[in-house]
């Protein structure tokens, strides 16, 4: 029974649209959406993950599929707290008495309250006790920064609701911002752009597969053209539109200056000596939105520094809380302390 013991202990990183656990011991083993599919009627979950999600936009009237994170936090705490509950019995299937010590990522520039929402829902699915990581420090940790050293590591994180950038030095954040514009967002100012330029209305899902397929944030030399399929506005029938990634780049104009600006920011807030450090190492991006085309080419050309795409960035938040959970003692410091214990 040893092992079981030494295998509980988890790091979850609670994204606004992926939700990874990562186990003591056997790595990242849960990557899902966070999407809950639930009955109007009985309030009881019908599916949760991949299931759930590719039921979003195809409902009757009787199911809701819902994301119950929004901005990075914590909109539906119900469905959350079953969400968690169910991704943690994914990874503990036989043991349900496994009550484990868990590490969640949160965004930065969380509030006090949204933080104990976010403990709370631990200790709800069944925690034991639960510590909080700042996402970018998370980030910079799985992305292999040295975070410890007394040098400046700047993390971008982009993510599905929140775009985390923060100066990271002597195990510490100096300096962070955390906005609301990231993955989503990028999808809302395709869906919008279609629609007043080509009166097409797009799903949800669609808007993000032509992110993924034809969005870039720098001119490049061969550039796709993309069939996007949707409602007419007019005809109210289904048409398909051939659209250039030029467009699609000119769509998400303002969602990607939101990002650079907070780039911007934060670089004006650090303090020289860390500026100048980041000048030779680069800035590192992580998150789904480090995926997005010529993103660090854009970053590089607006901020004249190196920027560097992580190895994994889907799964830095992840990987970083993970090395928290099997360093625990020696990474203490990085968590928010916690003081509420069950015996």
Request: one cysteine or more; aromatic letters at 4%.
């Amino acid at each position: 029974m040893a092992n079981s013991i030494i295998g509980r202990d988890m790091a979850v990183d609670l994204g606004t649209a992926n939700t990874l656990v990562y186990v003591r011991g056997k790595g990242v083993v849960l990557d899902e959406p966070s999407v809950v599919t639930l009955n109007d009627a009985t309030g009881e979950v019908l599916a949760v993950g991949h299931e759930a999600k590719r039921m979003i936009g195809r409902t009757p009237d009787s199911i809701t599929a819902l994301r119950p994170l929004k901005d990075g936090v914590i909109a539906d705490f119900e469905a959350t707290e079953q969400m968690l509950r169910y991704f943690i019995q994914q990874v503990h299937r036989r043991r349900y008495f496994a009550k484990p010590r868990m590490v969640i990522c949160v965004p930065s520039g969380i509030t006090a309250v949204e933080q104990r929402a976010v403990k709370e829902a631990g200790y709800q699915a069944g925690a034991r006790q639960v510590f909080i990581i700042e996402e970018p420090m998370a980030a910079a940790i799985g992305a292999g920064l040295p975070v410890h050293e007394p040098t400046g590591n700047m993390v971008v994180d982009v993510g599905g609701g929140t775009t985390e950038v923060a100066v990271i030095s002597l195990g510490g954040i100096v300096t962070s911002l955390s906005v609301r514009t990231a993955g989503d967002e990028i999808d809302a100012a395709i869906v919008s752009w279609m629609k007043k330029e080509h009166s097409l209305m797009l799903g949800e899902r669609t808007a993000e597969e032509v992110k993924m397929t034809l969005a870039s944030a720098f001119p490049s030399t061969a550039e796709p053209v993309g069939e996007i399929r949707g409602r007419d506005l007019v005809t109210g029938l289904p048409r398909t539109v051939s659209v250039p990634a030029a467009e699609i780049r000119q769509a998400i104009e303002e969602p990607l200056h939101a990002i650079l600006d907070a780039v911007r920011v934060t670089l004006d807030q650090t303090p020289p000596e860390l500026a100048g450090d980041i000048m030779d190492r680069g800035i590192v991006l992580t998150g789904g939105g480090a995926l997005i085309r010529g993103l660090d080419e854009r970053l590089r050309h607006e901020t004249g520094m190196p920027v560097h795409v992580a190895d994994q960035p889907l799964t830095s938040v992840a990987l970083g809380a993970g090395t928290c959970v099997e360093q625990f003692d020696a990474l203490k410091q990085v968590l928010v302390a916690d003081t509420r214990r069950y015996r």
